[in-house]
């Protein structure tokens, strides 16, 4: 059994150009409708901002703080089978505030983790026909769900592995504070690698299965894990001794699960050289349901979808497929499009669906500007 999650409420001030808004999601589905650049994008980012501190599409958190003011504010009433609580993370433009129930978290990935979100956006294409690290992301939200200790570990490792090559480049090879960091990235680096591995077999065993409910059946679809690390702690450290003068001279680590690479292949060939536009576009839909699928299972609850955009990103027909397929999921959908004519009401939907348009910053239908 898997609890329901759901934003009951949401309040957003001084976010991008949006208008203060208090929002009453319906249950299952919402729809935001809205021309180009009025700011649908930018409530999907507000929900993502208070659920996970973060933003989906801006590296700088500053970048949402509406131009001319000094804050700006999302707090949250989210249901959990049987309990609400309230959630808010407040921006300033060098900070950032959370609070859980009024209090300060324990932890800020505790917070982060309350309440798993999982978005798709127009620049998940990058997932298939981009570099590596789109992908490796993608294994790395799945395993702050899979493996909490295995995200510690990660950011312990990326600090030493940083700090290691700045003594690389300013001392050179022999430096002898390296042992002590090449330690660190050995016990720490072993460890990630191993929560990678268990992402990535959370996803390989997944996404064949969620590629042929989208895509023509005859099509096959998998992925393999290729670790840049080891998940062995002492054949760790000696690779990274033995690398020392390579990364010197190339400026980068080359032994490491920073080079892992989660290669997708689509019948029999690499799906980035080989799919298709349309192949690639449902591949990256598979892939983002597949994270859904792992951290739905891991978390023990149905995350919230954020579907940024779908109509720039879909034809009809697989429009029509993802809608079927999302009134099949249980979780509480927030879905943009420019097209309303892309999610025609249905009857019986009632309470458990709501249509709002955005115009300009501000909100009409069931979704109230103040
Ligand atoms: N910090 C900011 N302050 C004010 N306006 C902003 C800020 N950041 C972005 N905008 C504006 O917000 C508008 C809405 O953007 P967006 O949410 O991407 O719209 P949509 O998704 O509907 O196309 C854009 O016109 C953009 O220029
Ligand atoms: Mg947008």
């Given at each position: 059994m898997k609890s329901s999650l759901l934003f009951e409420r949401l309040s957003i001030r001084g976010v991008r150009n949006l208008t203060a808004l208090e929002l009453e999601p319906a249950s299952r589905l919402n729809v935001i409708v809205g021309d180009n650049g009025q700011g649908k994008t930018s409530v999907l980012e507000a929900l993502y901002l208070v659920a996970?501190?973060?933003?989906?599409?801006?590296?700088?958190?500053?970048?949402?703080?509406?131009?001319?003011?000094e804050q700006a504010s999302v707090s949250a009433v989210v249901r959990e089978g049987g309990m609400r609580r309230e959630q808010r993370t407040v921006l300033g433009p060098r900070s950032r505030v959370v609070r859980l129930d009024g209090k300060a978290p324990k932890s800020l990935a505790g917070y982060a983790t309350r309440t798993p979100v999982v978005v798709f956006s127009p620049?998940?294409?990058?997932?298939?026909?981009?570099?590596?690290s789109g992908r490796r992301r993608l294994l790395d939200r799945v395993a702050l769900y899979l493996d909490p200790p295995g995200t510690d570990a990660r950011l312990r490792y990326e600090h030493a592995l940083r700090s290691r090559q700045r003594v690389l480049e300013e001392r050179g090879p022999g430096a002898r504070e390296l042992d002590a960091f090449e330690e660190v990235m050995a016990e720490d680096g072993a460890r990630f690698a191993l929560a990678r591995e268990r992402a990535a077999d959370g996803v390989r065993e997944r996404l064949g299965a969620t590629f042929a409910r989208l895509a023509a059946p005859e099509l096959t679809v998998r992925s393999s894990y290729v670790a840049g690390g080891t998940v062995e702690r002492d054949l760790f450290r000696q690779r990274l001794a033995a690398a020392r003068a390579a990364d010197t001279r190339r400026?980068?680590?080359?032994?490491?699960?920073?080079?892992d690479e989660l290669e997708l292949v689509i019948d029999g060939r690499p799906a980035r050289s080989h799919a298709s536009q349309g192949q690639q576009r449902l591949l990256t839909l598979a892939l983002k349901l597949t994270e859904l699928d792992c951290i739905r299972e891991a978390r023990g609850a149905h995350p919230v979808l954020l579907l940024d955009d779908v109509s720039s990103e879909l034809d009809p027909e697989r429009t029509l497929a993802v809608h079927e397929l999302l009134m099949s999921t249980q979780s509480q959908v927030f879905v943009t499009t420019t097209?309303?004519?892309?999610?025609p009401e249905r009857p019986r939907e009632g309470s458990e669906r709501a249509d709002f348009r955005l115009t300009a910053g501000a909100l009409s239908g069931a979704l109230r500007g103040v």
């Open positions: 996970t501190t973060k933003s989906f599409r801006a590296e700088r958190l500053g970048t949402l703080i509406q131009a001319g003011t620049a998940d294409l990058e997932l298939v026909s981009g570099g590596a400026g980068a680590a080359t032994f490491g699960p920073q080079r097209r309303a004519d892309l999610f």
